[in-house]
């Protein structure tokens, strides 16, 4: 399993995800499913990934080929959400092709994406691809999408993400979210990789990996615990206590 | 949808369910899937169900009539896992019914249930009876069983839930669990009910309603929230910030 969420923010972008991959509990690995695309000056491109680890790995290489070998490519393709239409195309190709050829159900070999970043001169903006290639946006009313693992980080995102908020008060409630699916799921794992993106900017502001053992996720996770147990014990409590 | 949940204390148990029930958004219905059996003296039985309504509607139903129409039933059945046993054997029966009159897919006729209770002499027990009859036992180590739309409400019980707290502490913590499932999921809805039920008093020692607009639920609700909305505001900064 796997765990991605980006934010779209009126400041810009965030994207966080986990790094592990597992086919089942005796074969556990570790893989970046952040994937960053820097390769034109006009602009910057961040794909997560989430769902068959060979077509995620298959689409991302063959996005890097067309980048050399072919005209319509993240380079060329003047909107972002052309570039979605772009890469569920290229995912379907793949799980297509996968699936012909070990005759296994299709599903078996499905893929999710977050799409996010900005190309100049045009809005910042992020979207989800389905396995079925069909893609969503963010939106100000619903500024958050996540792949994979999703449930278990969704309550604290809906709580404190709002369009207007700071790119780091984002970035510290996309940690606790992923926080929250580590403790609830073993098949999320850490490293940590976290992404800030200021809007028109057209580079990460912030790029940051963080591993189980790293003193600002430990402080960050570490207060956020004490301080849920001490709110925990104030609460009101019922009228015969 | 639905969201129910079991805990297993060393002083008790403690019961929370929705009521909500939607086949469709446009077929919401309020039901309670709390049930409780109290009718001979050396028992407290409840039952928590999530599935199919027509489904867990006629279990209850039919463990209703065979407590005057049947030898074997709630009333004589002797140990707590053989009244799990035997729920999960009706429930078994009535899904299979009801699948061979309407030649549909059996899975669409599903139901879970929470088997809980005490039988005198007895410890207090919990139980997960799954949609395929076959039944797990709450333990000192996982001391809650969840049913339904459980991943929203999961992160919080993770947490707060130790074998050894107050049944009015983990009272309070399936109540923001439930507070979490239904900001998430639009299906989990109020009114909630949430019984205490103190070991070896074989009757529960509070039962609880609460609609949307309970003095106690707001009070609850709006105290955690506002609670998170400081501490996430004092969480360690970045170092740029």
Redesign the interface.
């Known amino acids: 399993m796997t765990y991605c969420v980006a934010i779209r923010l009126e400041a810009g972008l965030v994207f966080c995800s986990d790094s592990r991959t597992s086919a089942g509990v005796d074969d556990v690995s570790v893989y970046s499913k952040m994937h960053r695309f820097q390769t034109a000056p006009d602009r910057m491109i961040v794909l997560l990934s989430a769902g068959n680890l060979a077509t995620t790995q298959a689409v991302t290489t063959r996005l890097e080929r067309d980048l050399v070998g072919a005209e319509h490519n993240l380079n060329t393709i003047p909107h972002l959400d052309e570039i979605a239409r772009y890469v569920g195309e290229l995912s379907q190709r793949v799980q297509n092709d996968f699936a012909g050829q070990s005759e296994q159900s299709s599903g078996m070999m499905e893929a999710s994406f977050i799409l996010g970043g900005q190309i100049r001169g045009q809005v910042h903006e992020a979207f989800l691809i389905y396995p079925q290639g069909n893609y969503i946006a963010a939106s100000r009313a619903k500024p958050f999408l996540q792949i994979g693992e999703t ?2 980080g ?2 604290i995102l ?3 993400i709002r369009s207007g908020i700071t790119l ?2 984002a ?3 996309a940690m ?1 979210s992923m926080d ?1 699916s580590m ?2 799921n073993l098949s999320v794992g850490p490293p940590i990789e976290l992404m800030l993106y200021e809007a028109d900017t057209l580079k990460p502001s ?1 790029s ?1 990996y963080f591993d189980a053992e790293n003193p ?1 996720l430990k ?2 996770s570490g ?3 004490d ?3 001490r ?2 014990a ?8």
Chains 1, 2 share one sequence.
């Open positions: 449930k278990y969704k309550p809906d709580r404190m780091e008060r970035g510290r409630c606790l929250a403790r609830s912030q940051l600002y402080a960050l207060a956020w615990a301080g849920l147990d709110l925990f104030e609460l009101p409590r019922f009228d015969w206590e």
